[in-house]
């Protein structure tokens, strides 16, 4: 994937981030330097993170999803339902966290979608809260990436899409 300086890309669990400039550092302490991407956060906390410019795919960054996926994102949220109550919560907590990192849109709105589905059955416990608010964070992130519109204005809609809570 070709990274350009002040474009926007998604970080794996870290959300949507600015290609701020290409620096060289000795990694290694070999004295032999290697070109690393520097990314920023906009997300209040104003974290970076480098990448190496040889491991842009071995880190599964990707470019941020187009206007026409946003609406089979709100699609496939639409269309989730609640894990059959036999499935263990270590192995839900196992396909969670790889679909979490997968990087995937379609897979980030399936995991958001079957955790407002639980939640709409029932209360979440510490790790689901936690999860559920992660992966709304990446999306409504990308989501308002994709289509320029405020994290405000995402999370707005989002909430007409998630099934409400049980109360």
Request: net charge negative.
């Amino acid at each position: 994937m070709q990274v350009n300086i002040g474009e926007s890309i998604v970080v794996p669990g870290c959300g949507v981030g600015t290609v701020e400039a290409v620096e060289s550092m000795d990694l290694t302490g070999t004295g032999t330097p290697e070109d690393l991407y520097r990314i920023s956060f906009e997300d209040g906390d104003q974290r970076k993170m480098w990448v190496p410019v040889s491991r842009v795919a071995e880190q599964n960054l990707r470019p941020v999803m187009s206007a026409e996926l946003v609406e089979q994102t709100w699609e496939v949220i639409r269309s989730q339902e609640a894990p059959d109550a036999r499935a263990t919560w270590n192995r839900r907590q196992r396909r969670y966290s790889e679909m979490l990192m997968s990087n995937s849109p379609r897979a980030l709105a399936e995991l958001l979608g079957e955790l407002a589905a639980v939640r709409s059955e029932k209360p979440l416990s510490f790790t689901e809260k936690r999860m559920f608010r992660q992966v709304w964070d990446l999306l409504v992130g990308e989501i308002s990436a994709s289509t320029g519109d405020t994290r405000e204005a995402v999370e707005a809609h989002m909430e007409k899409v998630v099934p409400p809570a049980a109360t």
